[in-house]
């Protein structure tokens, strides 16, 4: 059947997007995109236990930072909506109504202390064809009872009536045929009286068909519920317009076993939220990927291909070609490890292919937070400097190891550096190296290198031990770029104002 590709992100805000909901929202994404389809965001709050202030606009604003696009939505719109299941009460009531008129589904009154009674009584106790007559519900009790009882105002649930013996088939488009028997399902709950709110199934699939999904993209955890989606389907008659169902594989611990948690990141020091995450009831910060530094672009690219791959070994891909590249038939069936040290590898790339004046945006934050104002040096300098030293970062906060010197000079010098070069006539030879600097016709480094090599040999002087004091009075080590570029960058007067500085400041090794 063809049918236009209207795809859903479906998460519930119950905390931080976590790192693999990303993923899932992006491959949800790429897929629609390459097929000209729909992307729609729809908020699943209908567990207003596990509801967390601020996860919904968190959300939002993870995946406006990753450039993953949404069609339809809460702040979006679309003819499809509320896109929020806490405002869709009236049509799960309805969609309730028509399973108990049809008989699919059935009232229980059974309050949490007999359902624990039931469960101690009766060993794997599963509310089912085998034991739902021995339970208070619709179809053990006389019909005025359980008026009496709903008028009353008594709680109840509404559960689904699950038929034993069939066999359900899940198609699932990575992995095929999946047949189980219904028998093992229980009888679920789709609605509770006493919140006037579905459960998490019923509200799902109910959205999905009146949204008009056509695939169903989500993490392999929900593979367990497909059995009874299909059933739910089935018992509405929708089974002609079932979306294709595809459930994604795991993410891994890095060593590939078990499942990625908090806890890894924590442990290897890697974010799995793309966020910070200030938590609203314990105050605990966890650190996002755009905090620590990573590029949108990075993450998406590097997310990607965490369990799929473009057919050949491309790695670097712009969402773009991401999404002409796209499809299931390259994505793994098995849990993708998450090598995080390839995260920082794509943020390293992405970082040498971003423009130097960006770049140099993103950088003067982090000079701000270092103690210089990025005011007082232009946008050229800045961006003369992180094209100097960008080569050497995997993140733009990394730029100020590499240069904090062209922002200011050093205070300390390495204890290691002075020892192998600054020898007794170390501050003669750079005394006269600063006459030498004050004579040059120019100061960019083509002019001042040559000169300076030449003193060097004419004087007969240890080319090593020359430069790298020189380096260590303008660095604070021997570290660095090319030394005549960060002369030239710094300019003679600091040039020259730092080594007598070095001279003063440093002391023969011990
Ligand atoms: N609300 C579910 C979640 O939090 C949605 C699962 C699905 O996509 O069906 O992930």
């Not at 097929?35 to 509801?51: A, K, Q």
């Not at 869709?88 to 108990?100: A, Q, S």
Request: with cysteine; aromatic share 10%.
């Amino acid at each position: 059947m063809d049918r236009k590709v209207r795809v859903r992100f479906a998460p519930s805000p119950t905390g931080p997007l976590h790192i693999g909901g990303v993923r899932t929202a992006l491959y949800n994404y790429l897929f629609a995109r390459r097929n000209g389809g729909d992307m729609i965001l729809r908020i699943e709050d209908t567990d207003s236990n596990r509801f967390v202030p601020g996860a919904e606009e968190y959300i939002n604003e993870a995946l406006a930072w990753l450039g993953i696009g949404i069609d339809e939505g809460v702040r979006e719109g679309g003819k499809y909506g509320p896109y929020k299941q806490s405002e869709r009460r009236d049509i799960y009531r309805d969609h309730v109504k028509r399973l108990l008129d049809s008989g699919r589904a059935y009232i229980a009154f059974d309050t949490p202390e007999e359902l624990e009674a039931a469960r101690t009584a009766t060993p794997n106790f599963q509310y089912d064809a085998t034991t739902r007559l021995r339970m208070r519900n619709s179809l053990s009790m006389p019909a005025d009872e359980v008026e009496k009882l709903i008028e009353a105002g008594t709680p109840y649930v509404v559960r689904f009536r699950i038929e034993p013996g069939r066999d359900v088939e899940v198609n699932d488009l990575l992995r095929g045929k999946v047949t189980i028997n219904s028998s093992i399902l229980d009888d679920k709950v789709l609605y509770k009286s006493a919140d006037d709110l579905p459960t998490y199934h019923l509200a799902n699939i109910v959205d999905d068909h009146l949204m008009e999904i056509s695939h169903v993209i989500r993490g392999e955890e929900w593979l367990p519920s497909a059995p009874l989606h299909v059933l739910l389907y089935e018992a509405f008659g929708w089974e002609e317009t079932r979306p294709e169902f595809v459930h994604l594989p795991l993410l891994l611990k890095p060593d590939g076993k078990g499942k990625l948690s908090k806890r890894d990141g924590d442990r290897l020091g890697f974010p799995v939220f793309p966020l910070e995450w200030h938590d609203p009831k314990t105050g605990a910060i966890s650190t996002g990927y755009r905090e620590s530094g990573y590029l949108p672009e990075a993450v998406i690219n590097f997310l990607a291909l965490l369990g799929w791959n473009p057919g050949d070994d491309t790695e670097i891909m712009s969402m773009d070609e991401l999404i002409q590249k796209f499809s299931f038939d390259h994505c793994s069936r098995s849990g993708a490890k998450f090598a995080f040290d390839k995260g920082r590898w794509f943020n390293h790339e992405y970082i040498q292919s971003t423009p130097d004046c960006e770049l140099a945006t993103l950088f003067r934050p982090v000079l701000k937070s270092k103690g210089v104002n990025p005011d007082d040096f232009s946008d050229d300098y800045i961006t003369r400097v992180v094209a100097l030293v960008k080569g050497r970062v995997n993140f733009v906060a990394e730029l100020w190891d590499q240069a904090g010197f062209f922002f200011v000079a050093p205070k300390n010098y390495a204890e290691k550096d002075i020892k192998k070069r600054w020898k007794e006539d170390t501050p003669a030879i750079l005394n006269e190296l600063t006459k030498v600097l004050a004579s040059l016709p120019d100061f960019n480094s083509k002019t001042a290198e040559p000169i300076v090599l030449d003193w060097v040999a004419q004087n007969g002087y240890h080319l090593g031990n020359v430069m790298n004091a020189f380096r260590l009075t303008l660095v604070g080590e021997c570290k660095g770029p090319h030394i005549f570029d960060i002369t030239e960058m710094i300019g003679r007067d600091e040039t020259i104002r730092r080594i007598n500085e070095g001279i003063d400041n440093i002391s023969l090794p011990g």
